[in-house]
Nanobody, 123 residues
Framework: QVQLVESGGGLVQAGGSLRLSCAAS????????MGWFRQAPGMEREFVAG????????YYADSVKGRFTSSRDNAKSTVYLEMSSLKPEDTAVYYC????????????????WGQGTQVTVSS
């Protein structure tokens, strides 16, 4: 089993920045990809960013490309999501996720979830 604990999030004005963190513990050697999804009220949970542990390859949804950056601290088994140029439409609950697979684009592909953290961007 893998446990994911998120931190960060909060309220920020449009154009501002926030950083989310997700610390993994347990059988972290089994992780193929860690990433982030978000879910706005009344909407489906959508993919935001992922980092493939082999080769540390990062990939992003088109909606956040160029504004969000995902990174990894190997020693701490922690991944980060740096969010900049935030827009009101980025408002959502952000979830950290991990999978044993080598790719993760859909929520159905995640094996483990964090508890979620609220990000609110005011206009």
């Amino acid at each position: 089993q893998v446990q994911l604990v998120e931190s960060g999030g909060g309220l920020v004005q449009a154009g501002g920045s926030l950083r989310l963190s997700c610390a993994a513990s347990g059988r972290t050697f089994s992780i193929g990809v860690m990433g982030w999804f978000r879910q706005a009220p009344g909407m489906e949970r959508e993919f935001v960013a992922g980092i493939r542990f082999s080769y540390s390859i990062t990939y992003y949804a088109d909606s956040v490309k160029g504004r969000f950056t995902s990174s990894r601290d190997n020693a701490k088994s922690t991944v980060y999501l740096e969010m900049s140029s935030l827009k009101p439409e980025d408002t959502a609950v952000y979830y950290c996720a991990a999978t044993r697979r080598e790719s993760m684009w859909y929520s159905e592909e995640a094996d483990y979830w964090g508890q979620g953290t609220q990000v609110t961007v005011s206009s």
